[in-house]
């Protein structure tokens, strides 16, 4: 039987008496990359067929803007345009934790910023000072002021400690009579404490000394003792030739002038005693 019949072509479905263009229902194309999350307002649709192709069409694309098929970065990530993948996001920021006294070792200075990236569940490195005296630029590392060192146990950087011994010398003719002569100073910040030089002090103390025997302080010296010699009685008849006392000085280990016997002697001398025979009398 003859008959003019006709069908729908593809992609075309029959509506009563017409032919329309078939839809079908679709999703987006492609995969959200890693460390990412769809922020999509929809993920399916219907397509329609517009002679050629099925439209709408969309691709996974990113945008911090909902829309279809829409994806953003992942907290502490950011996308690389270029690759439009997801990576690893950096920061810069300042380090932290500097304790007093202290200083960032590469830097020398009271601050320093670092470039932070997200590892997947921290940034790295830490923006927390640790103590350490390298001068890696990408780390947060200080170091004590000059004079102070780290305690471990608080992390802080205290005064130092030193050796010290009395400042000066002890003078000639002294002997040192210190309780003490070594002890621990402290950093107090501008200067060491406690400091002790070479003291006069016949009482027993840190860095003092005292003036050897038959010697006596004056002004910043142990100078030696003098004293009087008296000469003894001369005989009847006689007159001293020409004292009957002399000072005398100790020189370390004896007097001088020394000791002297009261004797005959025609030679003047002021520092021995002597004596000649008065006017009227003569030696026998």
């Known amino acids: 039987m003859n008959a003019c019949y006709f069908k729908c072509a593809t992609n075309y479905t029959r509506n009563t008496s017409s032919c329309v263009a078939g839809t079908q229902s679709t999703s987006c194309a492609g995969t959200i990359p890693s460390n990412a999350t769809s922020n999509a307002t929809s993920t399916t649709w219907t397509q329609t067929w517009n002679g050629s192709s099925r439209t709408p069409s969309y691709s996974w694309t990113y945008n911090t803007t909902a829309g279809i098929c829409t994806f953003k970065c992942n907290t502490n990530y950011t996308r690389n345009s270029s690759t439009n993948k997801c990576e690893m996001g950096t920061q810069t920021v300042n380090c932290t934790g500097l304790p007093s006294n202290a200083v960032w070792s590469s830097t020398n200075t009271n601050t320093k910023s670092i470039t932070q990236t997200w590892n997947g569940s921290s940034r790295t490195p830490s923006a927390t000072g640790t103590y350490n005296i390298s001068t890696i630029t990408t780390a947060c590392y200080f170091k004590c002021n000059t004079n102070y060192t780290r305690n471990t146990s608080t992390n802080k ?50 860095c003092t000394f005292k003036c050897n025997t038959n010697y006596t302080r004056s002004g910043s010296a142990c100078v030696a ?19 009957s006392s002399y000072i005398q000085t100790w020189n370390g280990t004896a007097w001088n002038p020394a000791d002297s016997a009261t004797s005959y002697n025609v030679t003047a001398s002021t520092t021995s005693c002597r004596y000649k025979c008065s006017t009227g009398y003569s030696w026998n």
């Not at 003792?225 to 004292?243: Q, S």
């Open 157 to 206: 950087c205290e005064t130092g400690t030193q050796s010290a011994s009395c400042a000066g010398t002890i003078p000639s003719n002294a002997t040192s009579n210190a309780t003490s002569t070594t002890w621990t100073q402290t950093r107090n910040g501008s200067s060491r404490t406690p400091s002790y030089s070479w003291t006069y002090n016949t009482t027993a103390g840190i």
């Open 225 to 243: 003792n003098t004293k009087t010699f008296t000469c003894a009685a001369k005989p009847t008849g006689t007159d001293r030739n020409t004292v």
